[in-house]
């Protein structure tokens, strides 16, 4: 049990991180487990998606705080927000379709340590990556791209939000701008594995088992450094010093390299 606990916090506080959460448990949970002796998780289909539940409400609070949303302001940018919404619609489908691909041919041919390597290289780019127009907006072949480079970091160690983020800045977006579409196309996807794990709950009501209030309070703390790392995250976007991930990732991917990874 200490081991879910230990796996649950730091799915939802590396979520809101560009470093890859699915790439750094991979890495970091097996050490856990060797020492300190921990017991195995329990198998529970789907449960990566249960985790992803608070995420979702950390980056709708995060995204509305930063844009200032209200209703009224909403309804002013009606037509704007359907736009958008039907080019997120196409970079998920993109992403999806990519899903579907990718699960079958991960494992043979794409380490760990490359899939951080990626994220690195990514991030350290942003030293030389344009400052934005303040003017420029997400175009459909723009949505086309990040559509692609979403898909792509599906691999192993290659983090999603990390990916579009600097995608989106070197497509021109300023880096907030960036940043918030970033994590606007995510949500959709958390969206759907929150429905997804809702029908397979009636399937496996061991899901709930482990819900004891000891369970629950770390992930409410968990979430709430989640909140505060997401918040911390758009301060290095606007400094433009995000890019210093870049080190971590690049220790995860010697670390991953070394261990086998």
Not at 236 to 246: A, I, P, S
Request: charged share 10%; glycine share 6%.
């Amino acid at each position: 049990m200490e081991l879910l606990y230990i796996y649950s916090c730091l799915q939802i506080i590396f979520e809101s991180l560009p470093v890859s959460s699915s790439g750094n448990l991979r890495l970091w949970i097996p050490v856990v487990q060797n020492y300190f002796n921990c017991e195995q998780i329990p198998a529970l289909i789907d449960f990566d998606f249960l985790l992803h539940v608070p995420t979702f409400f950390i980056v709708t609070l995060v995204i509305i705080l930063e844009l200032q949303l209200t209703f009224s302001n909403c309804s002013t940018y009606k037509s704007a927000l359907v736009r958008v919404g039907l080019k997120i619609a196409l970079i998920d489908l993109i992403t999806a379709l990519f899903y579907g691909w990718w699960r079958y041919f991960i494992p043979p041919f794409f380490p760990l340590w490359l899939g951080f390597l990626c994220t690195t290289a990514a991030l350290f780019s942003l030293c030389f990556a344009p400052k934005g127009s303040n003017d420029k907006t997400l175009s459909w072949k723009d949505a086309l791209c990040l559509g692609l480079v979403q898909g792509c970091a599906l691999l192993p160690g290659i983090s999603r939000f990390g990916s579009t983020l600097v995608a989106g800045i070197w497509l021109g977006l300023p880096w907030v701008r960036a940043c918030i579409f970033a994590l606007l196309i995510e949500l959709p996807l958390i969206g759907v594995g929150f429905l997804k794990i809702i029908y397979s709950s009636f399937y496996n009501p061991s899901y709930f088992n482990f819900c004891t209030p000891t369970y629950l309070s770390l992930i409410i703390a968990a979430s709430l450094v989640s909140f505060c790392l997401l918040r911390t995250v758009f301060d290095m976007v606007k400094k433009k010093t995000v890019w210093k991930f870049g080190w971590y990732t690049l220790f995860l991917a010697i670390l991953a390299k070394v261990w086998g990874g």
